[in-house]
C-alpha cells in the first residue's frame, strides 16, 4: 500500500472517527443537523424558544454525558490493546503472542471478579495482581533454561488462560445472581456502562503507559534481534523487558477493570499495523496507539447500530480476531521480517 494512504488511515482516521461515533446511537433524536443549527443559536446570540432550549440541553446531555466518555474510554481502551500487543509481539519475538494467548486478561478478568463479588476497591489493583501472576506463570512454564521457544510461550499461555477461565468460572459459580449477572455481562467485553468515572480511573495509567512505551519504541526494535544483539548496542536487555512487560500488562488489566475481556484485539491489530507502516517499532507504535483507538471505536459503532439490541464488543473482537488468525496462518503473511 502507499505509504501516503497508510499514514493517513493511520494517523487521519481518529478525529473523524471521533466526531461521527458522538451521532451513533440509539437515540433517533441525536441527529447532527438538528444539533448544528441549535449549537449555532447557542453560540450567535443565546437566544432560544422554550421548545429549542429543552432540545439543546437534552441533546446536549446525550452527547457530552453519555455518548462522549463511553467514545473516549473506547479509544483509550482500543489504543492500550493495540499497543500491549504489538509490545509483547515484539519483545517475545512471536507474531502470535498477545495479552489474551498470555493469559494476562484471563488472570486480569479473576482478579476483577473477586473484588466484584466482594464488592472490595480498587477493582484495577486486583486485576493487575491476577494479570501479573498470569504473566510470570506464563513465562515459567515457557521457561527452559536461557531459552524461550514460540511453540512454549503460546502453549504455555493457554494453558494459563484456561486455568483462569476455569476459576473465573468458578467465582461465577459461588456468586449471587445479581453479581453473576453483572460479571458474565462484563467479561463478554463490554462498554454499555461506560462513565466519565471508568474514564477517569482508566486514563492516568493507560497514558503513562501509553508514553512510557512510546519512549522505548526504538529499544523494542533491538530486543526483537534477540538479547545479544540488544547487549552488543549498551542495552540492558533484561531491564528494559521488564519496563514494557510491566507496561503492557498494566494497560491491558486497567482495560479488563473497566471494560472485561475484550479477546483478540491484541493480535490482529498489530498486525493490521504493520502491514501498513512496517514492522519498524519506532513507527508501528504510533500507529497502534491511533488506529488501535480508531478501529476499536469503529467496531463499537457496528455494536450499537447493527442490531435493535447492542451486541457486546468482545464478540466481534473474538470473531474478527479468529477469523484474521486464521487469514495469518493460511496465508502466512505475518510481516515479521
Known amino acids: 500500500m502507499n505509504r501516503k494512504i497508510a499514514n493517513i488511515i493511520c494517523f487521519g482516521l481518529p478525529l473523524p472517527m471521533l466526531v461521527i461515533s458522538l451521532f451513533i446511537g ?11 443549527p441549535l449549537l449555532y443559536k447557542k453560540l450567535a446570540d443565546g437566544i432560544m424558544n422554550v421548545d429549542e432550549a429543552a432540545q439543546y440541553e437534552m441533546i446536549s446531555n446525550i452527547l ?61 489493583v486486583y486485576a493487575f495482581v491476577g494479570g501479573s501472576i498470569a504473566v510470570v506463570l506464563t513465562y515459567m512454564i515457557a521457561g527452559s533454561h536461557k531459552q524461550i521457544s514460540t511453540v512454549s510461550i503460546i502453549l504455555s499461555g493457554m494453558i494459563i488462560s484456561g486455568v483462569f477461565m476455569a476459576l473465573l468460572t468458578m467465582v461465577q459459580y459461588i456468586s449471587n445472581p445479581y453479581k453473576l449477572q453483572a460479571i458474565v455481562q ?49 542495552v540492558n536487555p533484561a531491564f528494559d523487558k521488564l519496563i514494557l512487560i510491566i507496561c ?18 491484541g493480535l490482529f491489530l498489530p498486525h493490521i499495523v504493520r502491514m501498513l507502516l512496517g514492522s519498524d517499532n519506532s513507527k508501528s507504535i504510533p500507529g497502534n496507539i491511533f488506529l488501535g483507538g480508531s478501529f476499536l471505536l469503529l467496531i463499537d459503532n457496528l455494536s450499537r447500530a447493527l442490531f435493535v439490541f447492542e451486541v457486546p464488543i468482545g464478540i466481534f473482537t473474538t470473531i474478527l480476531g479468529g477469523a484474521f488468525f486464521v487469514f495469518l496462518m493460511r496465508k502466512n503473511k505475518l510481516n515479521w521480517n
Not at 91 to 100: E, K
Open 186 to 234: 462484563w467479561a463478554m467485553g463490554n462498554l454499555h456502562a461506560a462513565s466519565w468515572i471508568e474514564l477517569k480511573q482508566a486514563f492516568l495509567p493507560i497514558l503513562i503507559c501509553l508514553i512510557i512505551v512510546f519512549v522505548y519504541r526504538w529499544r523494542i526494535n533491538l530486543l526483537a534481534l534477540g538479547d545479544d544483539a540488544a547487549k552488543s548496542v549498551g
Open 64 to 124: 457530552f454525558n453519555v455518548r462522549m466518555p463511553r467514545i473516549l474510554l473506547t479509544f483509550l481502551v482500543g489504543a492500550a490493546l493495540s499497543t500491549s500487543g504489538g509490545v509483547l509481539q515484539g519483545i517475545f519475538r512471536n507474531p502470535l503472542v498477545d495479552s489474551y494467548i498470555l493469559g494476562i486478561s484471563s488472570g486480569a478478568a479473576f482478579g476483577a471478579s473477586l473484588a466484584i463479588v466482594y464488592s472490595l476497591s480498587f477493582v484495577n
Open 26 to 36: 440509539s437515540s433517533a433524536q441525536v441527529n447532527v443537523f438538528d444539533y448544528l
Open 248 to 265: 503492557a500488562t498494566l494497560m491491558t488489566t486497567t482495560t479488563v477493570a473497566v471494560a472485561g475481556i475484550i479477546s483478540f484485539y
